[in-house]
């Protein structure tokens, strides 16, 4: 079983929409987590990182973290047709990467005409 | 500031044929991973580096996989004898310290 699982696996989004993205450890031991988005030839690049409870904004990104849960969600508001790419989620043991990021298997995220 | 860079950027290869990856970490990363990425999956570690240490390699295949980093700079991941479920991309990132690590553009294999 993939510690790291992501759903859903694709996401048709209108422009203009919200797009919602999921992320859940089965690991206790990922405490710390990362959004990373993938365009097409390109290798990830990062997002943002969420370490405690509650809401990071940044821009049209929204990420939450429950750490009870080990759930974390990325929220893209307004999308764009720039915003078509994979989209990891990251997990880390520790905050300092003394261990590297295991993936999720990614979302992709596809706009559409409203 | 240049990012991290791979060569080559694609390959080609026959079922047991040997091949090699080059990376160029940004300047004053101590950390160099590895990552492979299957078509539409997530990137999977192979190995990472801090300096010239081996870190951790525990999910290099050891048989065909080798991956150096000599001097803590450029490193090498290497594949003795290429098998079809090589067929990848190659993935190199670097970080310093609590940063994010930071992408190549990956090279793409082919194994026929």
């Known amino acids: 079983q993939q510690k790291v699982q992501q759903s859903p696996e694709s996401l048709s989004v209108p422009e203009g929409g919200m797009a919602s993205l999921n992320c859940t450890s089965s690991?206790?031991?990922?405490?710390y987590f990362w959004w990373y988005r993938q365009h097409s030839g390109e290798g990830p690049k990062a997002l943002m990182?969420?370490?405690?409870?509650g809401d990071k904004k940044e821009g049209r990104f929204t990420a939450h973290l429950n750490k009870a849960s080990l759930h974390v969600s990325l929220h893209i508001r307004d999308s764009q047709p720039s915003d078509s790419a994979l989209y990891f989620c990251?997990?880390?043991?520790?905050?300092?990467?003394?261990?590297?990021?295991?993936f999720g298997s990614g979302t992709k995220v596809i706009p559409c005409l409203p | 500031e240049a990012g991290v860079t791979q060569s080559p950027r694609y390959a080609v290869l026959q079922e047991g044929q040997a091949v090699s990856f080059w990376c160029d970490p940004i300047?004053?990363?101590?950390?160099l991973y590895w990552y492979q990425q299957p078509r539409d999956q997530g990137p999977q570690l192979l190995v990472y580096?801090?300096?010239?240490?081996?870190?951790?390699n525990s999910q290099l295949p050891s048989d065909r996989f080798s991956a150096v980093r000599p001097k803590g700079t450029n490193s090498t991941l290497k594949i003795q004898s290429a098998k079809q479920g090589d067929t990848a991309t190659y993935l190199c990132?670097?970080?310093?310290?609590?940063?994010?690590?930071?992408f190549g553009e990956g090279t793409r294999l082919s194994v026929l």
């Open positions: 990251a997990a880390s043991e520790h905050r300092g990467f003394a261990s590297a990021l295991t």
């Open positions: 300047s004053g990363h101590d950390t």
């Open positions: 990182s969420i370490f405690s409870d």
């Open positions: 990132a670097s970080s310093f310290r609590n940063q994010a690590p930071l």
């Open positions: 580096f801090r300096d010239e240490a081996v870190i951790d």
């Open positions: 690991d206790r031991n990922f405490q």
